[in-house]
Every structure is written in structure tokens, then in C-alpha cells.
């Protein structure tokens, strides 16, 4: 059963930055399509960023030129460079693998 810890959330003042991570288990992480998602309270789960295992990226409108996602298949992991970070960025953010699987998620607050 695969399974996806996602760290790096915390607090951050407007303009800050941050680096999530998630680790996964498994020996398909190479082959999957990975995704960061993140859902605001009182609103949906919605896409922020998504990698290929070619390496091909996509963005939600609201983040690109801001974040950046990556990947190290050696280490069998996923990142979330945050940059420029506003107020509305404030959510819990999610690391999917493929279609099904997903971590419990890390908060992400940014406030003055």
C-alpha cells in the first residue's frame, strides 16, 4: 500500500516563502504523475501543481511564476517551492500519487 508523508507546512508572513516535501513508499513513484493540492476551509480540494513522471509540469493560474514543483525519483519524493506568498495561499496542502493516493496533508498559514 503506498503511502504519502507530506512535511514543510507552517507559518509565514506575506512575501515569504516555503519548500513542502512528500516522501512516498513504493516502488511505482518513478512511473506516477504526481500532484500538490490544497483546500482553504469552506472551500474545495483544488490542483496547485502536478509533475509527470517525464518531468512535465502544470500550474494552477493562481500560482504559476510563484511556485514550482519538482521531483527526486531516487529519493522517491515531491516538492512544492512556494514562493511570493500571499494571504489566500493559506490551506492545507495535499501530495497526490496517480489517481488514488493520497497524504493526510500539511497546513500552510500565511498571516502578519
Known amino acids: 500500500q503506498v503511502q504519502l508523508v507530506e512535511s514543510g507546512g507552517g507559518l509565514v508572513q506575506p512575501g515569504g516563502s516555503l519548500r513542502l516535501s512528500c516522501t512516498a513508499s513504493g516502488r511505482i513513484f518513478s512511473a506516477s504523475t504526481m500532484g500538490w493540492y490544497r483546500q482553504a476551509p469552506g472551500k474545495q480540494r483544488e490542483l496547485v501543481a502536478r509533475?509527470?513522471?517525464?518531468?512535465?509540469?502544470n500550474y494552477a493560474d493562481s500560482v504559476k511564476g510563484r511556485f514550482t514543483i519538482s521531483r527526486d525519483n531516487a529519493k522517491n519524493a515531491v516538492y512544492l517551492q512556494m514562493n511570493s506568498l500571499k494571504p489566500e495561499d493559506t490551506a492545507a496542502y495535499y501530495c497526490?500519487?496517480?489517481?488514488?493516493?493520497w497524504g493526510k496533508g500539511t497546513l500552510v498559514t500565511v498571516s502578519s
Open positions: 497526490k500519487m496517480g489517481a488514488v493516493s
Open positions: 509533475i509527470t513522471s517525464g518531468g512535465s509540469t
